[in-house]
């Protein structure tokens, strides 16, 4: 039986400059790099120069990239952190009905801590509808998790998605007294 593989999103073999930078790494900066020692140095700065590639990569500021040992880990960091972060009384969280349990199970934590959970249906391609989007967004709004699953159409949607976030945002700015620029 002939086998094809699907399940790149996972995980994926290793390119092979990938493998051997990793490899010389281990063997020339195999300090702690948070030590500010002479063998942690060198691990720092290649820690801080693959932040800054990735950065660039991904068209933002260097501070906001967060290494992370995978999907689950920044999932719980970002949706936990913006809760507790959050001065609301109840911040409100938007997601998807087919997101990953990575995604699902520490929103379902967070609604028993008090959070407010929306979760908009899909259509047959997995997609949200924006306008269900635009509905669903209300000040206290503090973050939308969608699943990005492919190319393409779906770089459409994640600047469309952030248009509506930030146009809802800077419509109620002013308008009304925002608990988290107290921050
Ligand atoms: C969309 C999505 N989110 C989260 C995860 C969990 O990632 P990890 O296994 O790195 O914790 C996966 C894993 O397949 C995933 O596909």
């Known amino acids: 039986m002939r086998r094809i593989y699907l399940d790149h999103n996972a995980s994926t073999p290793i390119a ?5 930078v990793m490899s010389e790494t281990m063997d020339v900066a195999y300090g702690n790099p948070s030590s500010g020692h002479w063998a942690g140095s060198p691990a720092r700065e290649r820690v801080e120069t693959a932040r800054a590639q990735v950065a ?12 992370t040992s995978g999907g689950s880990e920044a999932n719980n960091f970002a949706l936990k952190g913006m809760f507790y972060r959050s001065r609301r009384s109840r911040p409100h969280f938007i997601t998807t009905a087919v ?15 008090g959070a407010a959970v929306t979760w908009l249906p899909v259509d047959g391609t997995g997609r949200m509808d ?6 669903a967004i209300t000040p206290d709004t503090v973050l939308i998790s969608v699943m990005r699953g492919g190319p393409r159409g779906l770089d459409r949607d994640r600047s469309l998605l952030s248009g509506i ?9 002013g308008a009304e007294d925002d608990p988290e620029k107290a921050t």
């Not at 092979?16 to 051997?20: N, S």
């Not at 660039?56 to 290494?67: A, D, S, Y």
């Open 16 to 20: 092979p400059e990938v493998a051997a």
């Open 56 to 67: 660039t990569l991904l068209g933002c500021t260097p501070g906001e990239i967060v290494f």
């Open 99 to 113: 997101e990953h349990p990575a995604t699902t199970a520490p929103l379902r934590f967070l609604a028993r801590q």
């Open 130 to 135: 924006p306008d269900d989007l635009r509905r």
């Open 165 to 173: 976030f930030w146009r809802r945002v800077l419509e109620r700015e």
